[in-house]
């Protein structure tokens, strides 16, 4: 009878374990099986009973792990422990990876040592560590391996979050440098306004595509890139993830990114299983020693009850636990759930657990048994995956840049038969250039994993099913010629590939694209070698068509410059004529080119003409019919006419028509200044467009409008040209005269007013010095205000007078010292106290160019008035300075804090005798001003003022000398 080593309860007990438990005796040695649980039939298919034959041992365990395991078990002999894991195959033939803990137990009898060891499936462990390799491997390509600028910045101020390498190699900026800084710290943005628009766009829409900017990069160079956009939320606020391209030069640059972080952490494979026994009558739980680890809790501090339990598990599941239990025991059938326990540390452990119960005769439940496993690095394991796969797609999903991943192990598989079969490398392009079919078929090789939102909008796709298709739905001739590269660069082991390409959309639309591969060869979870790539793939179609039409509008440029410099290089209509049919005979090639003109009568005369094998005949009855023809339509609205049949046009005989064979022309106007000049008509023998190239026949017929309405203004000036001159002698005579008869009338006035305005202050002066006395107060008043006035009216008279000779001086033009010029008059007008209590500002001033003589009076007549009208204020203010504005002109200014005036009447401010303050209140002949504007008026300049009532005036002036 055999021997039984374990009790029938506690076998039955272990039954409940999701692992298996065996014991093996070494002897000498041999290594002999002597019990294993039942558990072995339900996880591996065999019985007890054939897994105690030695020899199963060695044939169900993987060959590829029979000799680590042998070597294993020398360090369990050694250190009386040993945990490992390896593959065991099942009955059905298939492997499954075990975990196996073994623990020595030494026995009494001699040369026995005894082993008790568990077996634990981690099949799905192993699983799950596969797809987490495939996860990080799939979120590096997208990411890192980009060859474009991609970056993660902080909405709210552009702050750097992460950058790709690619962003690294096309800026010049490294990592370091650019993580933790801003994009206006690095000063990125050539052109703000181009910041502002990306975050006007991403806030109302959430992305943007294929953006025009200006970029500077680390070394000052400023590149024009393309930009694409889309708002993410990182840890809840909005970031912008963008992928911006180098338009000025595409790079080809897929170089290996470094590895800043580690994203998932290895899972843990250690599994520990405990058994419980409950009491129900009694409210009495058992544990064994394992689940009080898993649990954490002493053993003489854990009351052992139900309710003592479920104060172990995580609050939020607690309902779910009590309710699977309750159920169990209600509805009689065992369960097994997965919950959260709480540690005493406040940590989160995971568990699944097993029950089954018991019930006594009359159908009581009477005790129930099961099982914990902790599966807290399980759980863990698989909730990295999940966050993994998560980032993964949101990344993918979200790249404002298209993005395709492919399968190619087909085509690879395809490509290693041909050549196994002779074919080289070399000879694979002509294989598949005389074999259509072959090339059609490594396209439906390519297997479509996935696609992002952004390849849907890019090929105007509904759903991603109508792209996973296959690529023969959006190829074309040419797409399949770039394929046909593709295809060699795999071929030959390289990893990376970029061309430009065509596809046509779903809705039959071709589109230009520029499309980039990075091909990764991976193992899947069989050990299998699989072939995927990461494409990127970038709208190029208005790129390419801006292109093509830059290339047309050279070619027209180039003949508009032609016809430009003829025009300025001509003098006559005849030359302006020819050249431009001369430019339209090279630009589009008619057959017929002629060039009419109106002349004062109202008939048009031919300036010039060009026919291809001119038939005299024919040109002298084309011309006669053109000009009736145009004499109909010259009063009409001017727009360019362009005919397919010139018969309808022409009014003549019918046998006339049919010598002029003609089939398509165009008639243009002349129009300058809404004024017709006359008509260039142009024709062909043959059908030809002329409509397509109406915008620059058009360019080209004004452009000779202004040249011959240029030629005939000139003709008119020459023959006036005499009259003009005699004119202007005449004038300039009379000019002369005047000036000289009123520079001998202010000095005859000036002296004439001076001998009396003496005699009244000398005789007022005798009153006041020898009559002093005999004078009463009022007299004494009068005579003061007639002395006041005298010399009012003397001081008026020296600034009439030089007033009349600032036009008649001659200008002496140097470098002017505005600082020094500015403290030395500032020095002359004020007194020792007054320059004590006035707060003197001279800010920092280019030099000018000028007369110093008249620029000091300018500024002498400025200063003295901001001195008159600030002095009254308890800490005077003047201050002068310069700025420079956009245009690069200076401007000079003077600041005081005085009185200031109203601006209702700065009309008067610079007018002769003009006071916008009373004489009493402020002396002054009103005449310091208009000194000051004329000198700058001289000196090319502009002067003005700003001012606010009670706070004070600024003046400003500009200098602007042409020697």
Same mark, same amino acid.
């Given at each position: 009878?055999?021997?039984?080593?374990?009790?029938?309860?506690?076998?039955?007990?272990?039954?409940?374990?999701?692992?298996?438990?065996?014991? @093996?005796?070494?002897?000498?040695?041999? $290594?002999?099986?002597?019990?294993?649980?039942?558990?072995?039939?339900?996880?591996?298919?065999?019985?007890?009973?054939?897994?105690?034959?030695?020899?199963?041992?060695?044939?169900?365990?993987?060959?590829?792990?029979?000799?680590?395991?042998?070597?294993?078990?020398?360090?369990?002999?050694?250190?009386?422990?040993?945990?490992?894991?390896?593959?065991?195959?099942?009955?059905?033939?298939?492997?499954?990876?075990?975990?196996?803990?073994?623990?020595?137990?030494?026995?009494?009898?001699?040369?026995?040592?005894?082993?008790? %060891?568990?077996?634990?499936?981690?099949?799905?462990?192993?699983?799950?560590?596969?797809?987490?390799?495939?996860?990080?491997?799939?979120?590096?390509?997208?990411?890192?391996?980009?060859?474009?600028?991609?970056?993660?910045?902080?909405?709210?101020?552009?702050?750097?979050?992460?950058?790709?390498?690619?962003?690294?190699?096309?800026?010049?900026?490294?990592?370091?440098?650019?993580?933790?800084?801003?994009?206006?710290?690095?000063?990125?943005?050539?052109?703000?306004?181009? &910041?502002?628009?990306?975050?006007?766009?991403?806030?109302?829409?959430?992305?943007?595509?294929?953006?025009?900017? &200006?970029?500077?990069?680390?070394?000052?160079?400023?590149?024009?890139?393309?930009?694409?956009?889309?708002?993410?939320?990182?840890?809840?606020?909005?970031?912008?993830?963008?992928?911006?391209?180098?338009?000025?030069?595409?790079?080809?640059?897929?170089?290996?990114?470094?590895?800043?972080?580690?994203?998932?952490?290895?899972?843990?494979?250690?599994?520990? @299983?405990?058994?419980? !026994?409950?009491? +129900?009558?009694?409210?009495?739980?058992?544990?064994?020693?394992?689940?009080?680890?898993?649990?954490?809790?002493?053993?003489? &501090?854990?009351?052992?009850?139900?309710?003592?339990?479920?104060?172990?598990?995580?609050?939020?599941?607690?309902?779910?636990?009590?309710?699977?239990?309750?159920?169990?025991?209600?509805?009689?059938?065992?369960?097994?759930?997965?919950?959260?326990?709480?540690?005493?540390?406040?940590?989160?452990?995971?568990?699944?657990?097993?029950?089954?119960?018991?019930?006594?005769?009359?159908?009581?439940?009477?005790?129930?048994?099961?099982?914990?496993?902790?599966?807290?690095?399980?759980?863990?394991?698989?909730?990295?995956?999940?966050?993994?796969?998560?980032? $993964?797609?949101?990344? $993918?999903?979200?790249?404002?840049?298209?993005?395709?991943?492919?399968?190619?192990?087909?085509?690879?598989?395809?490509?290693?038969?041909?050549?196994?079969?002779?074919?080289?490398? !070399?000879?694979?392009?002509?294989?598949?250039?005389?074999?259509?079919?072959?090339?059609?078929?490594?396209?439906?090789?390519?297997?479509?994993?996935?696609?992002?939102?952004?390849?849907?909008?890019?090929?105007?796709?509904?759903?991603?099913?109508?792209?996973?298709?296959?690529?023969?739905?959006?190829?074309?001739?040419?797409?399949?010629?770039?394929?046909?590269?593709?295809?060699?660069?795999?071929?030959?082991?390289?990893?990376?590939?970029?061309?430009?390409?065509?596809?046509?959309?779903?809705?039959?639309?071709?589109?230009?694209?520029?499309?980039?591969?990075?091909?990764?060869?991976?193992?899947?979870?069989?050990?299998?070698?699989?072939?995927?790539?990461?494409?990127?793939?970038?709208?190029?179609?208005?790129?390419?068509?801006?292109?093509?039409?830059?290339?047309?509008?050279?070619?027209?440029?180039?003949?508009?410059?032609?016809?430009?410099?003829?025009?300025?290089?001509?003098?006559?209509?005849?030359?302006?004529?020819?050249?431009?049919?001369?430019?339209?005979?090279?630009?589009?090639?008619?057959?017929?080119?002629?060039?009419?003109? +109106?002349?004062?009568?109202?008939?048009?005369?031919?300036?010039?003409?060009?026919?291809?094998?001119?038939?005299?005949?024919?040109?002298?009855?084309?011309?006669?019919?053109?000009?009736?023809?145009?004499?109909?339509?010259?009063?009409?609205?001017?727009?360019?006419?362009?005919?397919?049949?010139?018969?309808?046009?022409?009014?003549?005989?019918?046998?006339?028509?049919?010598?002029?064979?003609?089939?398509?022309?165009?008639?243009?106007?002349?129009?300058?200044?809404?004024?017709?000049?006359?008509?260039?008509?142009?024709?062909?023998?043959?059908?030809?467009?002329?409509?397509?190239?109406?915008?620059?026949?058009?360019?080209?017929?004004?452009?000779?409008?202004?040249?011959?309405?240029?030629?005939?203004?000139?003709?008119?000036?020459?023959?006036?040209?005499?009259?003009?001159?005699?004119?202007?002698?005449?004038?300039?005579?009379?000019?002369?005269?005047?000036?000289?008869?009123?520079?001998?009338?202010?000095?005859?006035?000036?002296?004439?007013?001076?001998?009396?305005?003496?005699?009244?202050? %000398?005789?007022?002066?005798?009153?006041?010095?020898?009559?002093?006395?005999?004078?009463?107060?009022?007299?004494?008043?009068?005579?003061?205000?007639?002395?006041?006035?005298?010399?009012?009216?003397?001081?008026?008279?020296?600034?009439?007078?030089?007033?009349?000779?600032?036009?008649?001086?001659?200008?002496?033009?140097?470098?002017?010292?505005?600082?020094?010029?500015?403290?030395?008059?500032?020095?002359?007008?004020?007194?020792?106290?007054?320059?004590?209590?006035?707060?003197?500002?001279?800010?920092?001033?280019?030099?000018?160019?000028?007369?110093?003589?008249?620029?000091?009076?300018?500024?002498?007549?400025?200063?003295?008035?901001?001195?008159?009208?600030?002095?009254?204020?308890?800490?005077?203010?003047?201050?002068?300075?310069?700025?420079?504005?956009?245009?690069?002109? @200076?401007?000079?200014?003077?600041?005081?804090?005085?009185?200031?005036?109203?601006?209702?009447?700065?009309?008067?401010?610079?007018?002769?005798?003009?006071?916008?303050?009373?004489?009493?209140?402020?002396?002054?002949?009103?005449?310091?001003?208009?000194?000051?504007?004329?000198? +700058?008026?001289?000196?090319?300049?502009?002067?003005?003022?700003?001012?606010?009532?009670?706070?004070?005036?600024?003046?400003?002036?500009?200098?602007?000398?042409?020697?």
């Amino acid at each position: 009878m055999k021997k039984r080593i374990l009790p029938d309860e506690i076998e039955r007990n272990l039954c409940l374990v999701d692992a298996v438990i065996y014991m @093996v005796e070494y002897r000498g040695e041999n $290594f002999i099986p002597i019990w294993m649980s039942k558990n072995i039939e339900r996880i591996l298919g065999f019985t007890p009973q054939e897994a105690l034959n030695p020899m199963w041992w060695r044939t169900h365990i993987h060959p590829q792990d029979r000799e680590r395991i042998e070597q294993n078990l020398a360090i369990l002999l050694d250190k009386g422990v040993l945990q490992h894991e390896y593959r065991i195959q099942k009955r059905d033939g298939t492997y499954i990876w075990i975990y196996d803990k073994l623990t020595l137990i030494q026995d009494g009898e001699k040369d026995t040592i005894k082993i008790i %060891g568990t077996w634990t499936d981690i099949s799905r462990q192993k699983a799950i560590e596969e797809r987490l390799r495939e996860s990080e491997e799939r979120f590096k390509t997208i990411f890192y391996t980009n060859p474009d600028s991609v970056c993660i910045n902080r909405l709210e101020d552009g702050l750097y979050i992460e950058v790709n390498q690619g962003f690294c190699d096309n800026t010049g900026y490294t990592r370091e440098e650019v993580i933790g800084k801003t994009t206006i710290e690095l000063n990125i943005w050539a052109n703000p306004n181009d &910041r502002e628009r990306l975050i006007t766009a991403l806030k109302q829409d959430g992305y943007i595509r294929n953006m025009e900017a &200006r970029f500077r990069l680390k070394d000052g160079t400023v590149i024009t890139g393309l930009i694409s956009a889309n708002l993410i939320t990182i840890q809840g606020k909005p970031h912008i993830l963008s992928v911006a391209r180098n338009i000025d030069e595409i790079k080809r640059t897929h170089e290996t990114l470094k590895k800043r972080e580690k994203m998932l952490n290895d899972a843990q494979r250690i599994a520990h @299983v405990g058994c419980w !026994e409950f009491d +129900i009558k009694e409210n009495r739980l058992t544990w064994s020693d394992e689940i009080y680890q898993i649990f954490e809790i002493p053993k003489d &501090r854990f009351e052992a009850t139900y309710e003592a339990f479920l104060n172990t598990v995580h609050p939020q599941d607690r309902e779910f636990v009590d309710k699977s239990y309750t159920d169990s025991v209600k509805h009689r059938r065992p369960y097994n759930i997965e919950h959260r326990l709480v540690m005493p540390d406040g940590r989160i452990k995971w568990v699944q657990e097993q029950c089954e119960t018991f019930y006594d005769d009359e159908g009581n439940p009477v005790r129930s048994v099961g099982t914990v496993l902790d599966i807290t690095e399980k759980k863990q394991a698989y909730f990295a995956l999940e966050k993994s796969e998560e980032r $993964f797609r949101h990344l $993918f999903e979200n790249s404002p840049v298209p993005l395709w991943e492919e399968d190619f192990t087909d085509l690879m598989i395809y490509l290693k038969d041909l050549i196994s079969s002779g074919m080289r490398v !070399e000879d694979l392009s002509a294989y598949l250039d005389s074999h259509p079919d072959a090339l059609e078929e490594c396209a439906r090789r390519v297997k479509i994993l996935d696609v992002n939102k952004a390849a849907l909008d890019l090929h105007e796709a509904n759903t991603k099913e109508e792209l996973l298709e296959g690529l023969t739905n959006i190829f074309t001739k040419k797409s399949y010629e770039v394929f046909k590269k593709e295809i060699i660069a795999l071929a030959k082991g390289i990893e990376q590939f970029e061309s430009e390409a065509e596809i046509r959309t779903l809705r039959g639309n071709f589109k230009d694209i520029m499309l980039r591969l990075v091909w990764k060869k991976t193992k899947d979870q069989d050990s299998l070698s699989r072939y995927l790539a990461l494409v990127a793939t970038t709208d190029i179609t208005p790129l390419k068509k801006a292109e093509r039409e830059l290339e047309r509008r050279l070619r027209e440029l180039q003949f508009l410059y032609d016809i430009s410099a003829s025009i300025n290089s001509s003098l006559t209509v005849e030359d302006i004529a020819n050249g431009a049919l001369e430019v339209i005979r090279k630009a589009i090639s008619p057959d017929v080119g002629l060039l009419f003109l +109106i002349e004062e009568q109202g008939y048009f005369n031919l300036a010039c003409s060009h026919i291809s094998n001119s038939d005299y005949t024919l040109c002298t009855r084309l011309i006669h019919y053109l000009k009736k023809a145009l004499c109909k339509i010259k009063n009409q609205p001017c727009e360019p006419i362009f005919l397919k049949n010139l018969k309808e046009f022409l009014d003549c005989p019918k046998a006339d028509c049919e010598e002029i064979r003609l089939k398509s022309t165009a008639i243009l106007p002349l129009i300058h200044s809404r004024t017709l000049l006359g008509f260039i008509v142009i024709g062909s023998f043959e059908q030809q467009d002329f409509k397509k190239e109406q915008k620059f026949l058009m360019t080209l017929s004004n452009e000779t409008a202004v040249g011959i309405k240029n030629a005939l203004l000139i003709k008119k000036l020459r023959d006036h040209e005499a009259e003009l001159e005699a004119i202007v002698k005449q004038r300039t005579k009379k000019l002369l005269e005047v000036n000289k008869e009123l520079e001998s009338f202010t000095y005859s006035v000036s002296h004439d007013l001076r001998a009396p305005l003496r005699a009244i202050d %000398g005789f007022s002066n005798i009153l006041q010095e020898e009559y002093g006395p005999k004078l009463d107060d009022e007299a004494k008043r009068l005579i003061g205000i007639i002395r006041k006035n005298t010399r009012r009216m003397g001081q008026l008279i020296d600034d009439l007078l030089r007033f009349s000779r600032l036009s008649r001086k001659e200008m002496n033009i140097t470098d002017i010292d505005m600082e020094a010029l500015a403290k030395s008059v500032f020095y002359e007008i004020t007194s020792g106290p007054d320059r004590e209590r006035i707060h003197f500002v001279v800010r920092k001033m280019p030099p000018a160019q000028g007369d110093p003589s008249l620029i000091r009076q300018v500024l002498y007549n400025l200063i003295s008035n901001a001195v008159k009208f600030s002095i009254k204020r308890d800490v005077p203010k003047i201050e002068l300075g310069s700025k420079t504005l956009d245009s690069g002109e @200076v401007v000079y200014y003077i600041r005081d804090n005085g009185v200031g005036f109203d601006t209702r009447y700065a009309h008067k401010l610079f007018k002769i005798f003009e006071r916008l303050h009373p004489v009493d209140d402020f002396e002054g002949t009103g005449i310091g001003l208009s000194i000051a504007k004329r000198i +700058i008026n001289r000196h090319g300049g502009r002067i003005w003022a700003e001012s606010q009532k009670d706070r004070g005036t600024v003046f400003y002036f500009t200098l602007s000398i042409h020697e």
